[in-house]
């Protein structure tokens, strides 16, 4: 079964705090994502990496940097953390499929609040 | 600004088709429609994906028109546990890149 698993469910943190989001995936996957949700805007892709140590800019990447050291796992950095953070934290992977087209696989996501 | 436009919510009798409606006029040619759910407090989950032709797999069947501007998402017999946000992305094969609308909040009625 495949699975994308996120360090944490809830997180409460302090506003200038260094925040770290971890996301491990099994599935030997060549991309990693991370979006944000907040009601009434759907999911953002904040950023996303296409192999180890590559990185690329979503559309939401200000207050934010990613680290890929390892294949599996794809941290999300809040270098100091702000109220306007707060926000639920997704994370996914895939892998190219036949023809281009590939499923997204997403984690169960982790509540921040930044207080 | 997301490629789509779906209604925002949409109410469906438990055991009846669910028929959900996506418009992507602006569509081109080497862009895959995909849908995905979101049910309470979990993360999104993959239903089908199709580029011109009518898709169905265990979950659902994708219905795009001809032009390729519209399409439906059908779930044949829904059950309360399809309640869920049902998003309708467009993208192109490459870039993995998705850009989420705000999707279709159904709720299935008992």
């Known amino acids: 079964d495949v699975k994308v698993t996120q360090s944490s469910r809830y997180l409460v943190k302090r506003t200038g705090e260094k925040v770290f989001l971890e996301c491990v995936q099994d599935m030997d996957h060549e991309n990693m994502f991370w979006y944000r949700q907040d009601p009434g805007l759907g999911l953002r892709l904040i950023y996303f990496s296409y192999d180890v140590k590559m990185k690329e800019k979503g559309d939401i990447p200000e207050g934010y940097s990613v680290s890929r050291e390892k294949k599996e796992r794809f941290s999300l950095i809040l270098e100091s953390a702000s109220t306007n953070q707060t926000s639920m934290y997704l994370c996914a992977s895939t892998s190219p499929g036949s023809g281009g087209a590939a499923e997204q696989f997403f984690g169960p996501g982790t509540r921040l609040t930044v207080l | 600004d997301a490629k789509t436009t779906q209604p925002p919510s949409m109410d469906c009798a438990e055991g009846r088709a669910a028929n959900l409606p996506c418009n992507h006029s602006?569509?081109?040619?080497?862009?895959?429609v995909y849908w995905y759910r979101q049910i309470h407090s979990q993360g999104p989950q993959y239903i089908i994906h199709g580029l011109k032709n009518n898709e169905t797999n265990e979950m659902a069947s994708l219905i795009i028109t001809e032009d390729r501007k519209s399409s439906t998402l059908i779930l044949p017999h829904a059950t309360l546990r399809d309640t869920a946000v049902y998003y309708c992305i467009v993208t192109t094969s490459g870039t993995y890149k998705y850009i989420f609308g705000t999707g279709t909040r159904l709720k299935v009625l008992a």
């Open positions: 602006t569509i081109s040619g080497n862009e895959y």
